[in-house]
């Protein structure tokens, strides 16, 4: 998963672009951020096909709503936030609340071996099943700092918490996983 870098300038720019109707701009912004959003709904949704739904769902509203919406926070926090709220929105929906659940943990292995494929089997296990056993706000912050990249300003601005707390939760994630 490769994404370019950009500055947070050139992301201000983009923004100015898509409130000014320009659909390159938002296109951009969806080719830029639309797999680790998807990535991200999954974990609440626990289903690629309704967390695709979910982010082309952000993406239509901010399109439509481009002139309304007082995006202050940086558009990647804005982004995960209105990811976050649509995809427990349609929990509510779906009265899944409590079906909530992590992805599997990718990690890349060489494939040249049974013995290498086995290990990798074993390994993305052992980590899956130690990240289950978070307590489950220590496991979202968790997994949105390891998995997603955010930085903690960006998780503490979504999940509405203070940097502190972010850092205490991974404090407690890393000591529990090592």
């Not at 990535?39 to 967390?51: E, G, L, P, Q």
């Not at 349609?90 to 290990?119: C, G, M, N, V, W």
């Not at 052992?126 to 930085?151: H, S, W, Y």
């Amino acid at each position: 998963m490769k994404h370019e870098m950009k500055s947070s300038a050139t992301y201000d720019i983009l923004v100015r672009r898509m409130k000014n109707s320009d659909v390159h701009a938002v296109e951009t912004l969806f080719r830029q951020y639309y797999e680790p959003l998807v990535h991200y709904a999954v974990r609440y949704v626990n289903d690629t096909h309704i967390a695709e739904n979910v982010v082309s769902d952000v993406f239509v509203r901010m399109w439509k709503n481009r002139h309304k919406i007082d995006f202050g926070v940086n558009i990647k926090t804005y982004l995960f936030n209105s990811v976050r709220n649509y995809s427990l929105n349609y929990l509510k929906k779906a009265s899944r609340e409590d079906t909530y659940k992590s992805k599997y943990i990718a990690i890349e292995y060489d494939h040249d071996t049974p013995e290498s494929q086995l290990f990798e089997k074993e390994t993305q296990q052992t980590i899956q099943n130690a990240v289950n056993e978070l307590p489950p706000k220590c496991k979202e912050i968790f997994c949105m700092n390891r998995f997603d990249g955010l930085t903690y300003n960006e998780i503490a601005s979504i999940l509405d918490i203070s940097i502190k707390t972010v850092e205490t939760q991974m404090s407690h994630a890393l000591k529990f996983l090592r």
